[in-house]
């Protein structure tokens, strides 16, 4: 079992930056894929950023290739997500999710464990 622990959301102008971290209990945390997934008011939740239990493979969503950028360190158990040139649709609370398997997936019904999430707001 891993527990998940967001942090580092805000309240961040067009243009900006944040970096949003979970911090991630349990023995299982090496060998657990980890994404970030996010949810706007009225929308579904949807995929932004995943990465492999050993860090080399790394998938994106259309919407936020190139500015954002999803890493691990292992050693402390925590999963980061550096957000850059963020734009007022951005805005939604951020969710770190974990599955038991080192592959990394898109699909958030692939995810066992869940964070309480983030909220991140962008403003024009």
């Known amino acids: 079992q891993v527990q998940l622990v967001e942090s580092g959301g805000g309240l961040v102008q067009a243009g900006g930056s944040l970096r949003l971290s979970c911090a991630a209990s349990?023995?299982?945390?090496?060998?657990?894929?980890m994404a970030w997934f996010r949810q706007a008011p009225g929308k579904e939740r949807e995929f932004v950023a995943a990465r492999s239990a050993s860090g080399g493979i790394t998938y994106y969503a259309d919407s936020v290739k190139g500015r954002f950028t999803i890493s691990r360190d292992n050693a402390k158990n925590t999963v980061y997500l550096q957000m850059n040139s963020l734009k007022p649709e951005d805005t939604a609370v951020y969710y770190c999710?974990?599955?038991?398997?080192?592959?990394?997936?898109?699909?958030?019904?692939?995810?066992?464990?869940w964070g309480q999430g983030t909220q991140v707001t962008v403003s024009s």
């Open positions: 349990g023995r299982t945390f090496s060998g657990s894929a």
């Open positions: 999710a974990g599955r038991p398997s080192w592959r990394a997936a898109a699909n958030k019904e692939e995810y066992s464990y």
